[in-house]
């Protein structure tokens, strides 16, 4: 009994090893511990054996059977491990080839640059808000200091739909609008496209975008419209940016005043996008002028404020260094898909 | 405007600095210098030098070799110049030196032209001689030298000397942009007063006086106005024995530098006077100003006027004239009359220097077409007080330069000139309003640099007349703070009530379909607001359509964009086309763009804009591709009810039998289709194009961004495929309404998985099939509760004459 017991074991064992894929180990298995299968016939063979061998002869033939399991169990476990081996082998990939992109769309730059810009100061505690495109000239013009026949009418070259109504020349009608409504303080910018009367040309477009910027309340001061304007231009182009305020003039502000940062391109040490200077003009800016906030219905004694406006184009074709506006408009796919 | 830094120092004695401190100061107190030219640029190691000797060339019958005298030693030179003398006085480049340009008087190269010691022809020359054109200048300014050859200089010349210096070219041209504002400063000594008060030296202003022969000009002369509304002040002197002659070079040199050609002494005067106090100024021949007599006069609609420049212009009644006792002699503040023009046998002078107003003369200059010199100055209004200090001004030079005998006294016409304004000393206050503390001493000095007087007893400022700009408490400020420097100020934040930054719902339904049409793979294009009105044609637009009533521009840049858009797919349809021009393949845009649409027409209130979000694309996808965008977008911004899709939407710049308008409930909320093909050959484009628009306010009113958890479902589901034989007519919008309809809660989900037409199924007929998915939220469904859902479900199929199919 117990020599055919090692035979049997023996012969399992050889064909474990010898079984190349898991099919032939589960056919060993089955010849080995199945209902039919080797070791259940030597049990059946128990009937031949001495009562008190039994117990000895029963547990042989378990350890006999849990040394066979164990070893399948093993030989299952590399048999697994080579094939998927095998399988990883076989499935390398050229990875270097194509990939299968979802084409996702290209955002304009121009909105690109307008969105971060409203990131900035919504982040500042601004609102961002909208005014008509067609607009009264009262709002264009003369609530913003700028009567009839003042010269800044001409230098906007604007264009006229009726006596009184205009394509806005710039987006600061909307602080009046927003003034008007009486609700202070006010912090708000609004973005939004202007018209002016130049032929397209590389550096000029008749439809073109600016976004305002509006801050009314008691004691604002021209040192917080410097620090504004320092912290969004820091924002904007960089950490290092440093920021110019020059002296200059608009109807609606005074004072008045122009920005430049330093060269975002080259850091202020000349470069042909700065022409050399170091500096890029980018924004105009002041504090708002006291007939203004009278015509608007705020007592220029008890509240002050600032305003600036920023050429988005201007800042997208610097930014992305694109050297001719017209790009802006002609939608080409292989402009787009570059932003 | 343009100013040589010779002429500023003339008034600014003590001014000392880098012409780029100038620059920079400048820029920084608010005279804004553009740029700046050294007139000495590439002008090396020139002297003066005197021609001892010339002999011929051996070899060549154009060259003559000269020995000339620089000085320090006598250096012989090759020249091809016919002009030069023995004797004569020229300027001499040494070896090693530099010119600024050639003789041909060209485009001056950046780096000038090096000058070396060599041999000409095998004669040795040891530098060269000279002409105005190499000397980087042109006979317009000088207009003394020759035509062509050598610049000779005056005899009494320096031999030795830096000919560089006595050309007056050691010199800085700045030029600046002036604002609007400041009128004052388009003038040299409004600039000077600028310099001086930035770098706080002392200003001196020329002395004005005129001695006179004694007599009267009202004896020579009367002056009436008979529009005072547009001539608020005229002044007129007359200078008699007139000597017209080349004025001196002095007033040559700074004349050339502010860009003025010299003519002659008495147009270089009233030049002169123009430039440096701002005022233009006419001069008429005395003699041929009939009766003596100046009439300030509107013109008459349909006159017609010779200027001095032979033209005839067509005037109207609201161009002001200026007129003798018999006729029109000049368009004030423009251009005087061929009929009163100096010439050069003139004896006697009539000096005008006027204020007339400022508006009136712009429009007048716009609308005869003739902007000059003189228009520019009186369009931004000049200070009255200031035309009588030019005409004194011009009759000293006539004195001073012997052109003429000057007449006492100055018939003047003036109306009003407005008394002197005040505006309170705030120091306190102007200190709050920048965020600074500038000691009230800092801010009298400023003041008294500007000519600004202030009251210690009233506590005010008095303005000078020639600071018209300055009105109240914020300009004082911002003279105080420019002139303490804007770079000084400190930096703040507002302080104050906090406020919340944020973005309006329309704005973030706006980004939201960006995002989703960028995921889609369409990319953002912008596009003009004005279009041609033959879009509406291109379009196929019937001649009655209300999309053609349009805000129109009255003063377009041309027909092509004189309207402001009413349908918002011609752009984006333009842009597709230019991409298919250029053979850009599968090209897919979108646009947010607004369309204006007039309340009433002509226009009495602003028109209503409305955002579009238009989507266009060619290529890869139909008109179901298109669908899907717009579902993804709709679902996206919450409306979740199926929208509806009305196949007879009638657009006729689409495809009749693909197109449909969009319902969301009762409302239309925009529409989609293929471009009708006669459409797409409007545009050039050779292949079916589908759009898509959305009229976001409407969507904004059903957008919503809240959303609420519904659960994820844990009973399993049971589907039923079913499959049809449907009329033709029958849309799929149909069947999929009554499956919605009648499949009670319990249905989940439908899709259509089939669709066929063909050989299989009879005429008149398509064959369809739906999946539908049944599930409970609460618990596992029975057979019982399916089958309910379903015979309804198919009860209302066959209302639609549909089969099902066995």
């Known amino acids: ?339 | 405007m343009n100013t040589a830094l010779s002429w500023i120092k003339a008034y600014v004695p003590g001014l000392s600095c880098t012409d780029q401190e100038y620059c920079d100061a400048m820029t920084l107190s608010g005279t804004k210098v553009e740029g700046y030219v050294r007139t000495d640029k590439n002008l090396e190691k020139i002297v003066i030098g005197q021609i001892e000797a010339i002999e011929k060339h051996p070899d060549a019958d154009k060259l003559i070799v000269c020995q000339v005298n620089i000085g320090s030693e006598t250096i012989q030179i090759v020249t091809g110049a016919p002009n030069v003398q023995v004797g004569d006085k020229v300027p001499v480049v040494l070896d090693g030196g530099r010119v600024a340009g050639g003789h041909d008087g060209g485009p001056l190269p950046e780096n000038g032209i090096a000058i070396k010691a060599g041999k000409l022809r095998g004669v040795v020359s040891n530098g060269m001689m000279c002409s105005i054109e190499e000397l980087g200048s042109s006979r317009d300014m000088y207009p003394e030298a020759p035509e062509m050859g050598i610049y000779i200089f005056p005899r009494d010349a320096a031999v030795g000397a830096d000919a560089v210096e006595a050309l007056g070219l050691r010199d800085t041209v700045f030029e600046y942009e002036i604002t609007n504002n400041r009128v004052d400063c388009y003038s040299l000594l409004g600039v000077a007063r600028e310099a001086a008060a930035t770098f706080r030296r002392p200003f001196v202003p020329p002395a004005v006086t005129v001695h006179d022969n004694g007599e009267d000009v009202h004896d020579y002369v009367s002056v009436e106005v008979k529009d005072t509304d547009l001539c608020t002040r005229y002044c007129a002197r007359v200078c008699k024995n007139i000597k017209i002659a080349p004025s001196p070079r002095w007033m040559q040199r700074r004349l050339a530098a502010a860009g003025i050609r010299p003519i002659n002494n008495l147009v270089d005067i009233t030049n002169y006077v123009m430039a440096e106090y701002g005022q233009p100024m006419h001069a008429f021949d005395l003699d041929k100003v009939a009766g003596h007599k100046i009439i300030v006069r509107r013109a008459k609609d349909g006159d017609v006027f010779q200027t001095l420049d032979g033209q005839l212009r067509k005037l109207d009644s609201e161009v002001l004239m200026i007129c003798d006792g018999e006729k029109e002699i000049g368009i004030a503040g423009i251009m005087g009359g061929e009929n009163s023009k100096i010439t050069d046998d003139v004896t006697t002078v009539l000096f005008e220097a006027a204020t007339f107003n400022g508006p009136n003369i712009r429009k007048s200059a716009k609308r005869i077409g003739m902007r000059t010199d003189a228009s520019s100055f009186f369009e931004k209004g000049l200070d009255p007080v200031n035309a009588e200090a030019a005409i004194n001004r011009a009759c000293q030079l006539i004195e001073e330069l012997g052109c003429g005998e000057v007449v006492g006294g100055m018939v003047d016409v003036c109306e009003s000139i407005r008394p002197l304004r005040h505006i309170p000393f705030e120091p306190e206050r102007i200190n709050r309003f920048l965020g600074t503390e500038i000691p009230t001493a800092d801010m009298l000095a400023t003041f008294e640099r500007l000519e600004l007087k202030y009251d210690s007893s009233t506590n005010e400022i008095e303005i000078p007349s020639f600071r018209q700009d300055l009105e109240g408490f914020a300009d004082i400020a911002e003279e105080v703070a420019r002139f303490y420097g804007y770079d000084k100020i400190p930096t703040t934040l507002p302080s104050g009530e906090a406020t919340t930054g944020k973005l309006s719902f329309k704005a973030r339904i706006e980004d939201k379909a960006r995002d989703i049409a960028e995921y889609c793979g369409f990319s953002q294009s912008m596009t003009f607001s004005f279009e041609s009105p033959k879009v509406f044609d291109k379009l196929l637009l019937p001649a009655d359509d209300p999309a053609r009533r349009t805000v129109t521009i009255t003063n377009p840049l041309g027909e092509d964009y004189s309207i402001m858009r009413t349908l918002p797919i011609n752009g984006i349809l333009t842009s597709l086309a230019a991409n298919y021009n250029r053979r850009n393949r599968d090209v897919k845009l979108y646009e947010l763009n607004n369309i204006y649409l007039p309340k009433s027409l002509p226009l009495t209130e602003l028109p209503e804009e409305r955002t579009q979000f238009v989507l266009g694309f060619y290529g890869e996808g139909d008109f179901f591709t298109m669908k899907g965008v717009v579902e993804e977008f709709l679902e996206h911004v919450g409306m979740t009810q199926k929208a509806v899709y009305d196949p007879k939407a009638g657009r006729p710049y689409l495809h009749p039998g693909r197109q449909a308008d969009i319902y969301y409930g009762k409302k239309a909320i925009g529409y989609l289709g293929e471009l009708h093909p006669k459409v797409a050959d409007n545009y050039d484009i050779g292949t079916r194009v589908y759009v898509a628009v959305l009229d976001i306010p409407t969507v904004v009113e059903f957008a919503t961004f809240d959303r609420k958890y519904d659960g994820i479902a844990k009973y399993p589901a049971v589907t039923r495929d079913i499959s049809m034989v449907v009329p033709k007519a029958v849309l799929a919008g149909q069947i999929e309404a009554v499956l919605s309809q009648r499949g009670g809660k319990i249905l989940e989900s439908y899709a259509l998985f089939d669709i066929y037409e063909g050989a299989q199924i009879r005429a008149g007929f398509k064959s369809m099939a739906y999946t539908l998915t049944f599930r409970a939220k609460d618990r596992t469904l029975e057979e019982s509760d399916v089958a309910a859902a379903m015979r309804k479900i198919l009860n209302g199929l066959e209302n639609l004459g549909i089969e099902l199919r066995q």
């Not at chain 1, 003039?249 to 996008?273: I, L, N």
Request: hydrophobic letters at 35%.
């Open chain 1, 1 to 339: 009994m117990k020599e055919r017991l090692e035979k049997i074991k023996e012969e399992v064992l050889r064909q474990i090893e010898s079984s190349e894929n898991l099919e032939k180990l589960n056919e060993v298995r089955v010849f080995a511990l199945g209902k039919k299968g080797a070791l259940t016939g030597l049990l059946k063979g128990m009937k031949d054996v001495a009562p008190e061998e039994r117990p000895k002869v029963g547990q042989m033939v378990n350890e006999v059977r849990a040394e066979l399991e164990g070893r399948l169990e093993e030989r299952k476990a590399e048999l697994e491990e080579f094939l998927r081996e095998m399988r990883l082998k076989s499935e390398v990939i050229d990875v270097t080839l194509p990939a299968k992109k979802n084409q996702v769309g290209h955002r304009h730059p121009n909105t690109i640059v307008q969105q971060e810009v409203e990131r900035i100061f919504v982040g500042m505690g601004y609102e961002v808000v909208e005014g008509p495109e067609v607009e009264l000239d009262y709002y264009n013009f003369e609530a913003l200091n700028t009567p009839k026949g003042h010269p800044a009418r001409d230098e906007q070259d604007t264009f006229y739909i009726s006596e009184d109504i205009v394509l806005r020349t710039q987006t600061s009608p909307v602080q009046v609008r927003t003034m008007e409504k009486g609700k202070l303080p006010i912090r708000m910018i609004a973005p939004g496209r202007v018209y002016r009367s130049d032929e397209v040309d590389a550096t000029h477009s008749p439809v073109f975008h600016q976004i305002e910027g509006l801050v009314i309340d008691k004691n604002i001061t021209f040192s917080d419209l410097k620090g504004t304007l320092a912290e969004f231009a820091r924002e904007l182009f960089g950490p290092d940016t440093k920021v110019k305020f020059r002296p200059h003039h608009f109807p609606f502000t005074e004072p008045s005043a122009e920005v430049d940062v330093s060269c975002f391109k080259c850091g202020g040490k000349g470069c042909r996008f700065c022409k050399g200077s170091g500096w890029i003009e980018i924004l105009g800016c002041g504090m708002v002028h006291p007939k203004v906030l009278t015509m608007s219905g705020i007592d220029p004694n008890e509240y002050s404020g600032f305003a600036f406006g920023v050429g988005l184009e201007r800042i997208t074709l610097l930014k992305y260094e694109i050297d001719d506006m017209r790009l802006l408009y002609e939608n080409d796919a292989r402009f787009l898909k570059q932003f």
